[in-house]
């Protein structure tokens, strides 16, 4: 008898938290959830938000990183962004496919503009990661390969070209 209380008192709980637990319209995990998403999305498709707007989801102690940079706390990452979109004002960035898995948001995307009037494409994939049931970010990486950026920019375009078709050449089958 006494586990069958135990049992049927476990069961109810679970009934009675699993709507908090799984909200997505104001409270709890899954609102939690769909915030995480939100910020990431909008972290990495800048064309849709004033990019100044999302400073407050940054911890003090962000990290930024990428191929080309290193970024550490909130006025380093301040400076950069406003440098880069600053010098990047047509940066479109399409998202193809995201996921949210704990504290750890992730998507590929492919990223469209000019940097100081030199055009370029590239594809890639970020990791943005909260602090534990919170809306913060505190790392953010971005990888993609350097080539394509640089690719438009002449003097580099031969280059980039080169190392590609000597690598594939390689390694291709």
Request: glycine fraction near 8%; hydrophobic fraction near 40%; charged fraction near 20%.
């Amino acid at each position: 008898m006494r586990k069958l209380v135990t049992c049927t008192a476990i069961l109810a709980c679970i009934l009675v938290l699993t709507p908090v637990l799984a909200n997505s319209k104001g409270y709890g995990l899954g609102r939690l959830r769909q915030d995480r998403l939100e910020i990431g999305r909008g972290m990495l498709e800048v064309q849709n938000v004033d990019w100044t707007t999302l400073l407050r989801y940054y911890s003090d102690d962000i990290e930024y990183h990428c191929p080309i940079v290193d970024v550490y706390g909130i006025e380093m990452v301040t400076e950069f962004l406003g440098r880069l979109y600053g010098s990047s004002p047509d940066l479109v960035t399409t998202i193809e496919d995201e996921t949210l898995v704990d504290d750890v948001y992730s998507a590929t995307w492919t990223m469209v503009g000019s940097f100081n009037g030199v055009p370029y494409e590239a594809k890639g994939i970020s990791i943005i990661k909260f602090h534990s049931w919170s809306r913060e970010v505190y790392y953010w990486r971005d990888y993609y390969t350097e080539g394509d950026i640089m690719t438009n920019i002449p003097g580099f375009d031969q280059a980039i070209l080169g190392f590609r078709t000597y690598y594939r050449c390689a390694v291709d089958p």
